[in-house]
């Protein structure tokens, strides 16, 4: 678990899941991972793997590239708010 991102609007989270043991001859699968988007306002959060997660990084790179603003950066992540349905639960 990798903190990449804390304002006062959003947090984000990536994840590296790590796959079980293969057996000797069987090949390694795929890496798995994704992202937790925070929405702090709203109180929800939202998990993103496989396509998604990928949709997601690759824009993130791109806007990085430009050295955005943080209202740059919250108004990227709040394209993804729209389907935040699981509300936000603090053990």
Known sequence: MHMLYNSDNFAVVAFDIPHAPVA???????PRGGFEIVD????KDIFLE???AETFKAGAMALMAS??????IDEY???????????????
């Open 50 to 52: 496989g396509a998604v």
């Open 77 to 91: 992540i709040g394209r993804f708010t729209a389907v935040m349905q699981q509300p936000l639960v603090l053990h």
């Open 24 to 30: 000797e001859g069987e090949p390694e699968p795929e």
């Open 40 to 43: 702090k306002f709203a109180k």
């Open 67 to 72: 050295q955005p603003s943080e209202e740059d």
